[in-house]
C-alpha cells in the first residue's frame, strides 16, 4: 500500500504564488511517475502536470509557464511551484503517484483558492 500526504494549499491573491508538496510513504516502486490533477466544483478532473521519476516532466496548456512540477526521489517527494494563480486554478489539487509496477494512488487534495 502507497499513502500519500499532501500540503500547501490555501488562500492566495491573483497573481500570487504557492508550493505544493506531496510525499509518498509505503511500498515505493523507484520507477514511477508522480503528478498533480486538479478538480473544480462542478468540473472534471484535470491533469496539471506529472514528473517521472528519471526527471522527464510534462505539463498542460494551461500550466505551461506559469506551473513547475519537481521531486527528490530520496524523499519519495513531488512538489508543484504555480505562479500567477488565476482565478480560474481554484480546485482542489490531487497528488498522484503511478508506478511501473501498475497501478494508481491519489493524495486526499489539498484545496487552492485563488481570490482577492
Known amino acids: 500500500q502507497v499513502q500519500l500526504e499532501e500540503s500547501g494549499g490555501g488562500l492566495v491573491q491573483p497573481g500570487g504564488s504557492l508550493r505544493l508538496s506531496c510525499t509518498a510513504s509505503g511500498s515505493i516502486f523507484s520507477i514511477n511517475s508522480m503528478g498533480w490533477s486538479r478538480q473544480a466544483p462542478g468540473r472534471q478532473r484535470e491533469l496539471v502536470a506529472s514528473m517521472h521519476s528519471a526527471g522527464k516532466a510534462f505539463y498542460v496548456d494551461f500550466a505551461k509557464g506559469r506551473f513547475t512540477i519537481s521531486r527528490d526521489n530520496a524523499r519519495n517527494t513531488v512538489y508543484l511551484q504555480m505562479n500567477s494563480l488565476k482565478p480560474e486554478d481554484t480546485a482542489v489539487y490531487l497528488c498522484?503517484?503511478?508506478?511501473?509496477?501498475?497501478?494508481?494512488?491519489w493524495g486526499q487534495g489539498t484545496q487552492v483558492t485563488v481570490s482577492s
Open positions: 498522484y503517484y503511478k508506478p511501473a509496477s501498475g497501478g494508481v494512488y
